[in-house]
């Protein structure tokens, strides 16, 4: 669920769901041809991970062409690539038109000069569209370089990126058709509540189980995008602490460590691993239930993590680089939004969300707020299970949840980091506070 607002320049600008994740199938079982895969066949199971293909700014500048999508001619797919840029960079991508004659569009952006290092996740801002487009293929990520990677203990630490999200695959000897293509409401061979497919296999950079290789001692720093529309991903590696040190693109001022980290659809987290003694240890993400009808959702694995090779000494940094301050002034406006469903307009089971009564659609304004200004909003959920939230181009901080389950863990509730995407608890209320930057004249 996206929240979309406008903002309004004032002053000089100046910058201050129960889803059953099935046990991978056996190599050498063959695929269903289904559209929410690239892939044509069951990928091995237990290959070394696989690096995806990275565009590289040069000169400061970054020229591409975005390939054509069969979504709708209105938005277009981000490669399953990794974009690097720098801050200051000029982006200039072309996004060519769905069909043979049709215009295409061209868009330049400027990576503002203190813009967060980070990992983030380029989306349709249409609701509903990012899971239509996750569907379609593997989705790719746009990394900003700046000061946290020049910090001792990560300038030299393996960088590795890792996309989560499920495929549909068959086991060996299926005999069911392929299905059809899911339709643009996204009311095809879901299961009530939300709309979600019925059975998935779990999957890192596209691959089954993939092996993660480590030398004992060594730290490495993973980049984590949770790019499943219908599972949250409580990360655990097996005798490992994750020490994180960042999350949804902007990075902490100083290392936390954890035994775990929930990510809701569309969270991004950064964290250090340093390997332990020899062996292999699992990834997965851990059995959660977001009271969604069905069952809570299984415990996936995701990954090995096999630790090997000769043994070094890398030490992990604790003090890293400033976070963004928030803005000191005055809380502008507070505003209570209310989050809930109503029944499908098309006798799918499937409820639509509404805010304030009001259904989220792509072409009606939500919000209005002043720029320049600081605004609390108070997210109560209606409903009986969980929401994530997310707020187009405007990250925010969490200064309060209620209504946590008895017993979950799974919180993050520090005021002090950064988000972009929560979620409501629930039957619960969660209120963030955000900044409406004085340049800031488009709708988010």
């Not at 000494?313 to 301050?325: C, D, H, I, K, Y």
């Not at 409820?351 to 320049?372: F, M, Q, S, Y």
């Amino acid at each position: 669920m996206a929240i979309t607002t406008n903002s309004r320049r004032t002053g000089t600008p100046k910058r201050p769901q129960a889803l059953d994740f099935v046990p991978p199938p056996r190599s050498g079982a063959t695929a269903l041809e289904n559209p929410r895969s690239v892939y044509t066949g069951i990928p091995a199971v237990g290959q070394p991970l696989q690096e995806i293909a990275v565009v590289q700014s040069m000169g400061g500048v970054l020229e591409y062409t975005l390939p054509p999508t069969d979504i709708s001619a209105s938005e277009h797919t981000v490669p399953s690539q990794i974009v690097r840029v720098s801050c200051g960079d000029r982006v200039r991508l072309r996004a060519e038109s769905p069909s043979a004659t049709g215009p295409g569009q061209q868009h330049t952006y400027t990576v503002p000069a203190d813009h967060p290092a980070g990992l983030h996740w380029p989306h349709p801002r249409f609701h509903a569209s990012s899971t239509r487009r996750s569907w379609l293929g593997l989705p790719g990520v746009v990394v900003v370089e700046g000061d946290i990677d020049q910090v001792p203990g990560i300038a030299g630490a393996r960088d590795r990126i890792m996309i989560l999200r499920g495929s549909t695959y068959e086991a060996a000897g299926a005999t069911a058709p392929p299905p059809p293509p899911p339709p643009a409401d996204g009311t095809h061979r879901l299961a009530p509540r939300p709309s979600m497919p019925t059975a998935l296999t779990a999957t890192v950079n596209g691959q089954v189980l993939p092996d993660i290789d480590i030398q004992p001692g060594e730290i490495q720093r993973w980049r984590i995008l949770n790019a499943e529309p219908h599972r949250e991903m409580w990360l655990h590696v097996e005798g490992h602490t994750l020490h994180q040190i960042g999350q949804d693109g902007i990075p902490f001022t100083h290392t936390r460590p954890a035994q775990s980290i929930m990510l809701s659809p569309g969270n991004r987290a950064e964290l250090l691993i340093r390997a332990t003694k020899p062996g292999r240890y699992r990834v997965y993400a851990e059995a959660y239930n977001t009271r969604h009808p069905g069952s809570a959702q299984p415990t996936a694995l995701l990954a090995t993590m096999t630790v090997e090779g000769r043994p070094v000494f890398n030490r992990l940094p604790r003090q890293l680089v400033e976070s963004p301050a928030f803005p000191a002034g005055p809380i502008m406006t507070r505003r209570t939004l209310r989050v809930g469903t109503t029944p499908s307009e098309h006798d799918t089971g499937t409820p639509r969300i509404v805010i304030d009564g009001r259904h989220v659609e792509k072409n009606r304004l939500g919000t209005l707020a002043t720029a320049g200004t600081v605004e609390e909003w108070t997210f109560v959920n209606d409903d009986d299970v969980q929401h994530p939230i997310h707020v187009q181009g405007n990250p925010f901080q969490v200064v309060d949840v209620q209504g946590i389950p008895a017993g979950d863990p799974s919180w993050q509730t520090d005021s002090e980091i950064w988000w972009d995407t929560y979620r409501l608890p629930p039957g619960g209320q969660v209120t963030i506070r955000t900044y409406f930057l004085p340049e800031s004249t488009n709708t988010r």
